[in-house]
Structure formats: C-alpha cells, structure tokens
C-alpha cells in the first residue's frame, strides 16, 4: 500500500468527522454566514485551534471575493488551496551523518517511532544504530531491543539508572567508529513542567552537539494527535527548552480530530515531518500536506 492510502486510511476518523461536515456544507448553499459558521465549527470541533481556523475563514473569504466565487461547488476547491497553504511545510533535507534527538511527553510512541524510523532509514540504504537513552526503567531499553531486532539495527543500552547522555556518548562514538549514517536517539518520557527532567534533555542536547559537531542534528518532538490542543503547550514547552525542528505526530489512525495539524503548523510555525498510522514498523509516513487534504476530503 502506498503513502497516500495509508494516510487517507489513517485519517478515516477525521474524515468521518470533518469531511461529512464539508460535504453538507457545499451542498448547494449560498455562501453566506450560516455557510462560514458551519465551516468555523467543523474545523474547530476537528482541534484546527482559533487560530488557524480564524485565518482559514478569512482566507477563503478573500479568495472567494477575489475570485468572484459564489457557488458553493467552487468554493470547495478555493478551501481545499487554502487548507494546503495553512499547513505548507517542507520534508527536511538529510545531511549523513545525521543524529535524530527523539522526545516527548509519556506514552506519546517515541520508542515505537524510533523503531520505525530504523526501518525507513534502513530501507533507504543507510545503517543505523539506537541509543536507549531512556535508562528510566529497565523495561524500556527491553522494549526498543525488540524494535532494534525487528528492524535489525545495533543498539547501545546501558543499565537502568545510568546517566543517559553517557549512552548518547557512547552511540555517538561507536556510529563515528563504524562510519554509521544515522543515529537515533530515544529518551524517557518526561513532563515539559519537570526541570530536572528538561536539564537532563538538555545535557543530553549537549552530548550530541559536542561529540558529533559535524552530524546534521535534528530535535523532533513526537506528540501524540489524540491529546489534541494539549499538544500545543508541551510543544512549546519543549522548544524553549531544546529548539525543535520538527514534529512527529502519532496515533493520527486513532482520532477524529486529526485537524490538529492546522494547530501546530500554525501557532507553532514548526513543520510536521512524520505522522503515525499505526503500531508497526512501516506504519509512519513522512507529512504531505496535499495528501493530508486529500485525505480529509471526500
Ligand atoms: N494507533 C497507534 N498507536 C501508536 C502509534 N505510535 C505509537 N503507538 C502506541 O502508543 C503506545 C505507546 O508507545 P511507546 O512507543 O511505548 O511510547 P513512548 O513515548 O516511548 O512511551 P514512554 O517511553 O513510556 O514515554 C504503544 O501502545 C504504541 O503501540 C501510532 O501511530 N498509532
Ligand atoms: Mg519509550
């Protein structure tokens, strides 16, 4: 199965939620005020956040008054270009060596996503090796050693309670030994409102830029889509902590509210790189926008 139908699988829940509503709303109608109501409660029930929605509406208003739209059928393909221009953002360009900080709050599928992104790398011809710089608990380096195997990557695991920049040293090393493309780096889930735990991501920030000066360094922060506008302020938290590059976003098969990606792509002018649409390997997809909207779509 491809990307696109994987997405639009995925995004089935939103669809259902947001799509019917779109579908009702261009049945023939004016475009009048009840039209633009309708439209602001659907991608707001969708958590597309005040403000995106309120930049959505007035861009189609615009268009729709610029392009002398006044039939509702037109106006679904003036929505669709404005939707694809609210969350327009670029696929990141790889340098190798290349070094993927991965965190996030608990539970959002940081683990899950580092073993899918093993296999995608591995899948384009680069060698991996994993961190498990969660040494929190023990089960947790057990648990990215089952996905470590199922991608069939190394991994570098120190025992519980070590010091998690000193594995990150130590993948670090190891990858400049055996020229390894990329390194993964998974960390305990941690609240944005902990200070020790966020010095400790920092310290681990540190590491990696001293160690491997010369790596492309990414921090991507997963969130988890079924917490919706909660998502926003630990994504905010975490960039003034750590500067985030980019967003990973999970579980996007197990909401209605999908819209989400308005949200952060707007208040946060941070891009969404990957989303999740599942719990196995291949189940993550880089972010395209156009495929997104499709998606959304009937
Ligand atoms: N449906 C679905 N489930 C997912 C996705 N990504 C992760 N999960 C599930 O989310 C749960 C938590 O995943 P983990 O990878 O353990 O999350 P984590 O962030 O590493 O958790 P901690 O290390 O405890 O902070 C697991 O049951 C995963 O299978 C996804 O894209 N879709
Ligand atoms: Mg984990």
Not at 16 to 31: D, R, S, V
Not at 189 to 194: A, D, I, S, V, W
Not at 198 to 214: D, F, G, N, Q
Request: proline share 3%.
């Amino acid at each position: 199965m491809g990307f696109f139908t994987r997405l639009k699988d995925a995004l089935k829940k939103t669809k259902a939620n947001i799509g019917k509503k779109f579908f009702e709303m261009f049945k023939g109608k004016a475009l009048d005020d009840e039209f633009y109501e309708a439209l602001e409660m659907a991608l707001i029930t969708a958590d597309a956040g005040v403000e995106a929605t309120d930049q959505i509406l007035e861009q189609l208003k615009w268009h729709t008054y610029q392009n002398k739209i006044r039939d509702p059928e037109k106006a679904r393909d003036a929505l669709k270009r404005v939707l694809l221009e609210q969350i327009q953002c670029e696929f990141p360009e790889y340098k190798y060596p290349l070094v993927l900080l991965i965190s996030g709050v608990n539970g959002v599928g940081k683990t899950t996503t580092i073993g899918k992104l093993a296999k995608n790398f591995l899948d384009q011809g680069k060698s991996v090796i994993i961190a498990a710089a969660d040494t929190f608990r023990a089960a947790a380096s057990e648990q990215l050693e089952i996905w470590a195997e199922r991608a069939g990557v190394r991994i570098v695991k120190h025992t519980e309670g070590s010091d998690p920049a000193a594995v990150v040293f130590d993948t670090i090393s190891s990858a400049i030994a055996k020229n390894t493309d990329v390194v993964l780096v998974d960390t305990a889930g941690r609240l944005h409102n902990k200070k020790n735990l966020m010095e400790e991501l920092k310290k681990i920030k540190r590491v990696i830029s001293r160690t491997a000066p010369h790596a492309d360094i990414r921090n991507f922060l997963v969130l988890d889509a079924t917490m919706g506008q909660n998502s926003l302020s630990q994504a905010e938290a975490f960039d003034d902590d750590i500067e985030i590059n980019g967003i990973i976003l999970t579980k996007l098969d197990s909401t209605a509210k999908g819209g989400i990606v308005f949200a952060l792509i707007t208040e946060l002018v941070i891009p969404v790189v990957y989303v999740g649409v599942g719990e196995k390997i291949d189940d993550l997809i880089p972010f395209d926008p156009e495929s997104f909207v499709e998606g959304i779509f009937d």
